[in-house]
């Protein structure tokens, strides 16, 4: 047999120098999803300490639900034949066949632990708060998407006109100390016999107007005559300005309460608009319902940006939800914030008005000059940071003007300097950042010079 020539296979060195272009993808995002980036972390902090702090003084309790849950839960809570439901939610099976969903909100599931735990069985109210991602499989644009965030606070076992204001005045505390500028638009839906008379006068009405009617509008008489009331589209517009309004459909308890609301509302001094066209998304509620609306423009010229699109939070009371998921009645209310638009409308406020972002405020810059510096630096700024102290440092600068440059445009009150020759004799250099005084001290001592520089034993206490 002739001898078979082994072919040696030659490494292609051209094609492997080649290789990372053409072998690996890079992955896009899904569509509707986002990633929040660090230029964006100081308007998602300030947003989260905000929710944060109103929570803790308005004496709300943390909870943290799955992200996933029984599908049925939010079949049955949001219901059938609203737009989560029926075209947004994220339903699969998993691999024993179950059929779950990704939580399109928070209420169902809040709802659903509070009859779980037995929390019905503790003091009442039991005021609830979350802050996470909620999933909808909604047509992405601006401001809407497939992955978003909520901040919400619910109390559940309160029927009380005062949990409703509560809850309103939380959410107009929240942009007012985030300053920027909202409307609250509030009605009230009643409960389902006064809806569902409301809904008969409701179809009564538009029937005659049939022909003048928009194509959503004309299915909408059909499958949910309430969201005629959402019409944007200009044709239907006069059909809509004299329609039926629901106020007039409420007996005199939902009056009562939602008078008693609004007796709140003005003794607080929050203001609201009355939007009788308000009847939101979702199937679970009763009485009082309200929608929160950025105002843009700068603070001369303020212009209302409506529409359903731009609303950056919602809700209301949903006084049979608990009882309808198998718990013992207990009348509840609550809302959510969209982050996402609740960000966007913030930046965009601040961009019109000048106003800066916040930036992390650090107590002094750590600047190292040299190998030996830069191992003591990273001693000293965790012995710093052990102390209560925030130092920001930059280890990929060398030079002593970039990192005072740096150190300037963080706003910091002190610079730390830490040369070869004070690791040797065991100082740092400390220079106040406004005056460009210097002083030389011992390393031991620089977490008290500094706080006292700081003002932190002023009234005995850390500033
Ligand atoms: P919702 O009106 O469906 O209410 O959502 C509240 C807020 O979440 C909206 O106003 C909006 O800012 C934001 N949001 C909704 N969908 C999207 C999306 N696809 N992309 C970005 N942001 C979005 C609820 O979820 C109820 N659970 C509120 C509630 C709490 N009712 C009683 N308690």
Redesign the pocket.
Known sequence: MPKQKIKEKKPKRKAAAEAPEKKFKIYALLRGMHDVLPREEKYWKLLYHTAENLAEHFQFSRIETPLLEEANLFIRSIGKGTDVVDKEMYIFEDRDGNKVALRP???ASAARAYIMHGMWNMSQPVKLWYWGPMF?Y?RPQA???RQ?N?A?Y?TLGDGDPSADAELILVAHNFYKDLGLPVEIHINSIGVPEERQRYKTALVEYYRGKRSYLCDDCKQRLNKNPLRLLDCKQERCQPVKEDAPQIIDWLEEESKNHFTKVLEYLDELAVPYILRSTLVR??DYYTRTVFEVYPVVGDTETPTYVGGQQS??????R?DLLVQEMGGKPAPAA?????I??SVSALKQYMDANQIKPPIQKFDAYLAQLGDHARRRALKAINELRNSGLKIDYNFSKNSLKSQLEAANSLQVPYALILGQKEVQDGTIIIRDMESGVQEIVDQKKVENVLKKKLSWFDDDKKK
Do not use: H, K
């Open positions: 909100e928070e209420t909808r909604d401001g809407r998407y978003f909520q919400g619910e998304g979702l609303a950056l939070g919602g809700g209301g949903y609550g809302f959510s914030l969209g996402e638009r």
